[in-house]
């Protein structure tokens, strides 16, 4: 597989062992791609009407901030993901925060992450930066959401 859009079954999107490769984590399958994270959300942003930046610079206005932004990567569906590090580092993962059911820290550096339908991962982000960034992107989706509202 060469190209993957971002779906409602993504749950996340993690540097693969080459630093030109993904592995993406889904509900029910992995697969291994030969894009790096960010190409995957640049990719599955253009390929629902916008890009990766254009998002970012969305997400940024609305959020306040400049840096870690959550991407909404479709708009009808909500499905909004948040990397761990910088989306510039070669080891930031992307993580789906509609498919988070909880999350627990395992030691200052890792987060263990338990998905709805029962997988679990964990990331090498501390606990407070990834509930941070949970907090974020929940805020970027509730903005919309209001927005969508009163456009209506």
Do not use: H
């Amino acid at each position: 597989m060469k190209d993957y859009e971002i779906n409602d079954d993504t749950l996340a999107i993690i540097p693969g062992k080459d630093m030109w490769d993904s592995v993406i984590v889904e509900d029910t399958y992995n697969y291994e791609i030969k894009m790096k994270p960010l190409e995957i959300v640049d990719y599955s942003c253009k390929y629902f009407g916008s890009s990766y930046e254009g998002r970012k610079i969305g997400a940024g206005e609305m959020l306040n901030s400049g840096y870690k932004l959550p991407i909404m990567v479709e708009d009808s569906k909500n499905l909004i993901i948040f990397p761990t590090i910088s989306p510039l580092a070669d080891d930031c993962s992307w993580i789906s925060l509609k498919n988070i059911k909880s999350y627990s820290k395992v030691n200052n550096t890792k987060t263990k992450v338990e998905f709805k339908n029962g997988k679990t991962l964990t990331f090498n982000i501390s606990y407070n930066s990834f509930n941070n960034q949970v907090m974020r992107a929940s805020r970027l989706e509730s903005i919309i959401r209001n927005r969508k509202e009163k456009a209506k």
